[in-house]
């Protein structure tokens, strides 16, 4: 679940961290921290979300949300040591670690937190408990697990879309995701069936050729390149062979917003209440 202004090859380089079963951990630290950079945009969301958000100094140029977030330029992609050691951090959050980041950061004794893209909610879970401790709101991190596993929950429980296909378009050259991802393990919860599984593809982040989806003509077409790639109902239905498909005939193509999309915050909820809820209008001719 990543933002494709990252480039796809630098998505797979993120998911093989997930793969490897990269774990957090921090440098030793024992006071509360006051002056906290968040170079991943999922965790600043979750570091808002349990009340930590006054304590963020920076945070990297793609946290966007909310809109009272610090947003800089710094790159949590193509990090620089020094530009972060700038804002005098006593805890710095990653997601990944490019460039020997955490080597760098320790060098200058500045305390690490590295929590990479999670493969489920349980690790989503987990990492939020672990923001909540380290930043002493482990109460308020507590309260916000239980209210995203009580949404999700609600979300499951009241959905009636279980076997309707979807193929979930990252980029407009037809890179998805299978149901081994994040976000594929989420949509599975509301019982959607993913179209990129059947492709054996080697990766869970496969290419699709047009006439593998066309021929697979998905209930659903969920649109995660709105935003960086323009893409739209109208888009999808111009492509050539794709106007007479069920998701395009049937209103089941879905723009999604990019970066709740990509990310795996408290946002999740929001994702997965649009997709059950275009899911069903679509079978249910509304």
């Avoid at 480039?7 to 797979?12: D, F, K, P, V």
């Avoid at 305390?111 to 923001?131: C, E, F, G, K, S």
Wanted: proline letters at 5%; hydrophobic letters at 45%; one cysteine or more.
């Amino acid at each position: 679940m990543l933002r494709r202004s990252r480039g796809i090859a630098a998505l797979l380089a993120a998911a093989a961290l997930v793969a490897c079963g990269t774990s957090g951990s921090t440098a030793a630290t024992k006071a509360t921290p006051k002056r906290i950079v968040s170079m991943s945009a999922s965790t600043t969301e979750d570091l808002f979300a349990i009340g930590a958000g006054k304590q963020v100094v920076a945070a990297d140029s793609y946290s966007n949300y909310p809109k009272n977030a610090p947003t800089t330029k710094l790159s949590a992609y193509d990090p620089s040591v020094e530009a972060i050691a700038k804002y005098k951090p006593d805890l710095v959050i990653l997601s990944d670690d490019t460039k020997n980041t955490v080597k760098g950061l320790k060098a200058l004794k500045i305390p690490v937190l590295l929590q990479p893209a999670p493969a489920n909610m349980a690790a989503a879970y987990d990492q939020i408990t672990r923001l909540g401790r380290v930043t002493g709101h482990a109460a308020q991190a507590a309260k916000a697990v239980n209210r995203i596993k009580g949404e999700l929950a609600d979300i499951v429980a009241t959905s009636h879309v279980a076997g309707r296909s979807y193929f979930y378009e990252l980029d407009s050259t037809l890179y998805s995701q299978t149901s081994q991802t994040f976000l594929g393990r989420l949509l599975g919860k509301i019982g959607l069936v993913n179209i990129a599984d059947a492709a054996n593809a080697s990766s869970p982040y496969p290419q699709l050729s047009a006439e593998y989806v066309i021929n697979a003509d998905p209930d659903l077409v969920l649109l995660a390149d709105t935003k960086c790639c323009q893409q739209s109902a109208a888009s999808v239905a111009a492509r050539p062979g794709w106007g007479n498909m069920k998701a395009v005939t049937d209103n089941g193509v879905v723009g999604l917003n990019d970066d709740v999309a990509s990310r795996w915050g408290p946002r999740v909820v929001e994702l997965l209440r649009t997709v059950a809820t275009a899911a069903a209008k679509v079978h249910t001719g509304q």
